[in-house]
C-alpha cells in the first residue's frame, strides 16, 4: 500500500505562488507516476499536471505556462509550484499515483490518492 500526504496549501493573492508538496511512504516507488488533479466547489475534479517516472511531464491547458510539476525521487516527493495564481485556481488539490512508469493526466488511472490540500487564491 501507498500513501500519499499533500502540504503546501493556504491562502494567497492573485498573482501570487505557492508551493505544494506530496510526501509518499509504504510501498513507494521511484517509477510511479504521479499526478495533480483539483476539485472546487460545486465542479468535477479536474486534472492539472502529471510527472512520469523519468520526470517527463504533462500539464492541463488551464496551468500551461503558471504551474510546474517536479519530483525529488531521493524524498519520495513530488511537488507543485503555483505561480501566477489567479482566484479560479481556488480548489482542493489533491496528488496521486500510480504503478506505472508514464504520466496520464486522467485521474481514472490513478490508485493512490492523498486527501487534499485547500488552495484559495483571493481577487
Known amino acids: 500500500q501507498v500513501q500519499l500526504v499533500e502540504s503546501g496549501g493556504g491562502l494567497v493573492q492573485a498573482g501570487g505562488s505557492l508551493r505544494l508538496s506530496c510526501a509518499a511512504s509504504?510501498?513507494?516507488?521511484?517509477?510511479?507516476?504521479m499526478g495533480w488533479f483539483r476539485q472546487a466547489p460545486g465542479k468535477e475534479r479536474e486534472s492539472v499536471a502529471a510527472i512520469s517516472g523519468t520526470a517527463a511531464t504533462i500539464y492541463a491547458d488551464s496551468v500551461k505556462g503558471r504551474f510546474t510539476v517536479s519530483r525529488d525521487s531521493a524524498k519520495d516527493t513530488v511537488y507543485l509550484q503555483m505561480n501566477s495564481l489567479k482566484p479560479d485556481d481556488t480548489a482542493v488539490y489533491y496528488c496521486a499515483g500510480r504503478p506505472l512508469f508514464a504520466a496520464s493526466l486522467r485521474d481514472y488511472e490513478y490508485t493512490y490518492w492523498g486527501q487534499g490540500t485547500q488552495v484559495t487564491v483571493s481577487s
Open positions: 509504504g510501498r513507494t516507488s521511484r517509477r510511479y507516476a
